[in-house]
């Protein structure tokens, strides 16, 4: 198994990837990845993480079917006008093919999060279900899809999932007091790694006071 070890590199070229091989991930490669995650940094150290490695066809059915349908919900509008030749385009062919393929992902990782209202929110505000920790979360999720790329799987974040919830507690046995932040299909790629597309840092960001620039490191367009 060959790894990238230049981190920049890897970060550059971490592209989502949602065209992926039946063939299964082994074990001692998913534990590297799950060990990834748990390196993150989170809120007091609490580590308020869970994970769960769904690989069962069952389970895997139950989940693609609902990702599949919403999916398709959410951007029945979008699709219709698409130029798949487009970036935009090719990017929403990519994500189509992934819903309707989700069953057939080797691995779908469901990272978790115990649920707990943000210190910001006065008790007397908290009502109904916390949200989970996101950002004790998202750490561990970028961490999964570092580790990922690096040891040559692919991979992307998706959250489709928040359509169908409460189905996925009831189905799976996850407890109320914990959310599905993210959902990971995770295989080896079929598709090819390549240069991510981002606006360039400096675009986006600011010195000193909001607008304001400094060339090469921050040319802000707001
Ligand atoms: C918060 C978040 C939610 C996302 N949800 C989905 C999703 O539900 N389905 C999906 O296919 N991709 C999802 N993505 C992936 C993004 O669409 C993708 O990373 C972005 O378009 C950039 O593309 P690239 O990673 O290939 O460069 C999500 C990404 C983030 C950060």
């Not at 809120?43 to 990702?67: H, I, P, T």
């Not at 390549?194 to 707001?222: D, S």
Request: proline letters at 8%; glycine letters at 8%; a neutral charge.
């Amino acid at each position: 198994m060959s790894t990238e070890n230049d981190i920049f590199e890897v970060m550059k070229t971490m592209r989502a990837m949602r065209r992926l091989k039946p063939d299964p991930v082994p074990d001692h490669v998913l534990a590297q990845v799950l060990e990834a995650g748990t390196c993150a940094p989170s809120g007091q150290n609490l580590q308020r993480w869970s994970f769960l490695v769904v690989e069962d066809q069952a389970g895997k059915k139950f989940f693609g079917e609902r990702y599949d349908y919403w999916m398709r919900e959410r951007f029945a509008d979008v699709l219709r006008d698409i130029d798949y030749s487009s970036a935009a385009g090719r990017q929403a062919k990519a994500a189509m093919h992934l819903a309707s393929h989700m069953h057939e992902v080797p691995v779908l990782l469901f990272c978790c999060g115990t649920r707990d209202w943000p210190f910001a929110v006065a008790p007397a505000e908290r009502v109904g279900r916390a949200p989970p920790s996101y950002g004790s979360i998202y750490p561990a999720v970028q961490n999964i899809l570092l580790a990922c790329r690096a040891l040559g799987l692919g991979a992307s974040l998706t959250t489709m999932h928040q359509m169908f919830e409460d189905d996925m507690h009831a189905f799976f046995g996850i407890p109320a007091t914990h959310g599905v932040v993210a959902v990971i299909p995770i295989g080896y790629p079929a598709g090819k790694f390549g240069p991510i597309t981002r606006e360039p840092a400096p675009h986006k960001t600011h010195f000193n006071r909001w607008g304001q620039g400094k060339p090469g490191l921050a040319e802000p367009m707001v």
